[in-house]
């Protein structure tokens, strides 16, 4: 009896001695970490002195956003500043939720692509009052310029005018009407905007230029094939592309992936389109291939590889540095009429 009241004493000894060192052990670890909480602003990349970007992108819809994507990633490893990345399914309330969640995760800076141009100044007042700068990357959007740092991306209206410059001489002997048929990109984007204002300008200085239908194909190769196989379907004609029995001169194509996926359903239909003039914009590797296959005629360049001039900007504005309200990335032209064995791989 009196052994097993002495056994009952010391596991009582021992198990209160377990608990105590349990509760120190756990108030070491709490005191420990008392540094890492949100509220304390304070988290493991600036606390080791990496600067945070906050990157809402709009997701994967052709290979030149892919390459955008990983320009950014490749760019911010070479920097060694750490990236919050959100992918947004080409949804603008996926992005309005990320780039919340950059202000509450207390982020350095905040850099996004709008997918569209309105619907943004509420989220960035609420950066701005959280003292948090943003940088648009590769679209414009309408809002009080106060509520952003700056621009980085393409002279859309510039690439547009490029579109029409070789058209106008591509076109220079031709007397009669020329019909264009007009394939944009992701409707109230900024980039559609000024990629149909600058050709359009262009092309107004001549007369014969008519654009004759726009159709939205979303910047996606499966829209460009849908809407280029229901023109042959609805004209039933080998010779070319028709729209509503009217003969299509020009296709004007506000990217690659779309252009390529007219160029299957050409293919898919044997339709013959070595009299329709067809110019593209992007310059990744595939349309390039085509346009030296004499598939195009021409392709304006839009450089996705913004990634070191945004590091590059991130920087100085975490360094509490103005920024240009505008940066726009360098781009050229590419057409039939080059040689094309000085090309270099585009590399998306
Ligand atoms: O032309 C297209 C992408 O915003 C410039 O978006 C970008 C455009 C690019 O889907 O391929």
């Known amino acids: 009896m009196q052994n097993k009241s002495k056994k009952i004493k010391l596991i009582k000894i021992f198990s209160s001695a377990v608990f105590i060192a349990a509760i120190l052990f756990l108030l070491l670890f709490l005191f420990l970490n008392r540094n890492t909480g949100k509220n304390s602003g304070q988290n493991s990349a600036e606390q080791n002195g990496k600067l945070i970007l906050g990157f809402s992108q709009i997701g994967s819809e052709s290979a030149w956003r892919t390459r955008n994507t ?53 989220v960035l007042t609420e950066a701005k009052e959280a003292g948090i700068p943003v940088i648009l990357v590769d679209r414009q959007i309408n809002a009080d310029p106060s509520l952003y740092a700056g621009f980085l991306g393409e002279d859309g209206l510039e690439e547009g005018r490029r579109a029409a410059r070789f058209l106008l001489n591509k076109c220079r002997n031709r007397t009669g009407k020329v019909s264009i048929y007009e394939m944009s990109g992701t409707e109230n984007s900024s980039v559609v905007r000024d990629r149909a204002r600058g050709f359009r300008e262009i092309i107004a200085t001549d007369s014969k230029f008519q654009i004759i239908h726009s159709e939205d194909g979303d910047f996606l190769r499966s829209r460009g094939k849908e809407i280029i196989e229901n023109l042959i379907k609805s004209s039933y004609r080998k010779d070319g592309l028709f729209f509503e029995g009217e003969r299509i001169d020009v296709v004007y194509s506000h990217n690659d992936s779309m252009t390529l996926g007219m160029l299957d359903s050409i293919e898919n239909y044997g339709i013959n389109t070595k009299n329709t003039i067809i110019i593209s914009v992007d310059a990744e590797q595939k349309s390039i291939d085509a346009l030296a296959e004499g598939k195009l005629n021409c392709v ?49």
């Open 70 to 122: 990983q320009s950014i990633f490749e760019a911010a490893m070479e920097n060694d500043i750490q990236i919050i990345f959100d992918d947004a399914q080409q949804k603008q309330e996926n992005q309005l939720k990320a780039i919340r969640s950059f202000i509450v995760y207390q982020v350095d800076v905040i850099a996004f692509v709008p997918i569209v141009e309105d619907g943004w100044d509420n």
């Open 300 to 348: 304006v360049e839009c450089n996705p590889n913004l990634g070191p001039k945004l590091m590059e900007l991130v920087k100085e504005i975490a360094e509490g540095n103005e920024i240009p309200r505008i940066t726009y990335n360098n781009e050229t032209v590419f057409t039939e009429n080059d040689d094309f064995s000085t090309y270099e791989p585009r590399g998306y």
